[in-house]
């Protein structure tokens, strides 16, 4: 697919029928591995390996085969999407910049980037006790979407993607995000709302209503600090 | 300083606070020199209003001086006189809240916007989307701190104010900020034909101001429907109305004889959700209200359906906050009605308002029937709400 030149350009009907065999059992491998695995980051890791398979996926709903699959081991998952009246670069570039999403990402501490790939993200939790994880990126395709899942040794196993697609007429930029968290062991719900809160769909929905916030008006709306009478 | 801090059920005390602060860099803070209790702040003393908190500061229609502005007030983005908002300048502030980038005041519908509410989750629960701040009108609203007192912090101060000459007397411009354009909204939403006959419910100032905004835009006949002389008197004297009191008559029938039986062609709701009917209706409401089984008391808009002509319009300006009973619809649906409503887009009309004032066509001052210092605020709200001393509009000088 990436061949160039005279020599190839004459093999390409060949060479492409390889490729797209080979992405497919590739891909479909990879699909079947994340799908066995029943996790986003495994699903995020089949479409990120298989192209012609992501396609196909992605046609047929990725969400709701993610959902499916995701079924039995039930690891905390949330979807939130808002649209928002900017164009897909500006959003992408400044999501893409990880060091800035703490700014209206209020579970968030620091997001340190490493390299092109790899990141190290610290979450708030109360007590001081951090939640912390080096994630990396899988799949990126500029101004259209991003997908990261934690590496191993993460505290909490977490995986998610953002994407953003035109909406209709010119009402702007639908950005969606699903997240994923496998949290080891019991005391599941205690270590989600040591993260997120009661709701974590609700802080997610919060932090994209920030992010709208931010790129359009170039400010977060806030009422803390202001004068109030006596509780 | 001082501010007006809700307590309760038909209870505000004036209390020292702290002065606001700039939080957000398109923020100014303005030094109040007039503020107006509107009748929608009855909704709140009254304690229909959900999210209202014990000691928030309530009050959303003012007016005064510029005395600090954060890093990002640069040009005024709205007006024709778009200039550099600078401490000393003297200004309008419109009662809703709006962002002036999002799609919803891009396309000039401001009390829609997206940005301004930072509870935004509360109401998106409740009524499935969320919609702009209004200064002091609860947390569900925003939460922001309200304009009955010395200071006020206005966020997104660039598109938010409205610039005014120093030479004219507060009580002609500060009805820009939300009574006027709240009546001028109402007649436009009519979408008024010439010769039309347009029943307006409610003859405070929001009602007066959309009679007479009604015959700005080509009504022939405009009808007021109040139950206190005093009111009806302003009607008739400043709005050109022919008027009906609903506790001597019968209001839908009146209003058919008053339009050779063909009923209204557009019917404006300046009242809301605590409307007054007779008989037994009244008393279903009262009761269903008083018992939490229905938050609004729909009077006004179970008689707008039925009065209304066939084909014809219902605006609705008068506030309310959740959920009514007994509604006719199939008047409604059968009669082919049209029904337009919302919170007011100030920041629309502002300037277009201010010029009618500028230019004499306009003299607002009329409803102001008494200005009381800041500290009388609980005297103020009790004569208002119990309609003494024939209150129609109370002006705080802080």
Redesign the interface.
Known sequence: MTSTGDRTTKTTPEANEMERWASLIGGGAMVLTGLSQRSLKGVLTALAGGGLVYQGLTKQSTIQQAQEALGINKPIKVEKTV?I?KPADELYRYWHNFEQLPTFMKHLQSVKVYDAKRSHWIAKAPLANNVEWDAEILEDRENEFISWASVEGADIDNSGFVRFKKAPGE??TEVKVVLEYNIPGGGISAALAKLFGEEPE?QI??DL?RF??LM???????????????? | MKAVCWQGANEVRVESVPDPTILNPRDAIIKITSTAICGSDLHIYGGYIPTVQKGDIIGHEFMGEVVEVGREVNNLKIGVDAKRLLPGDRVVVPSTIGCGNCAYCQRDMWSLCDNSNPNSWLEEKLFGNVTSAIYGYSHLLGGYAGAQAEYIRVPFADVGVVKVPSDIPDEKLLFISDAIPTGYMGAELCDIQPGDTVAVWGSGAVGLFAMISAYMMGAEKVIAIDRFPERLEMAKKYAKAEVINYEEVNAGEALKEMTGGRGPDACIDAVGLEAHGVGLEDFYDQTKQKLKLESDRPHVLREMMVACRKGGTLAIMGVYGGFVDKIPLGAAFNKGLTFRMGQMHGQKYMHLLLQQILDGKLDPSFVVTHQLPLAEAAHGYHIFQQKKDNCVKVVLKP
């Open positions: 649209t009246n009402r702007g609700q929905g919060d209503r709208k916030m359009e008006a170039g400010e977060i709306a806030t009422t803390e600090g202001q004068p109030t009478g006596k509780r």
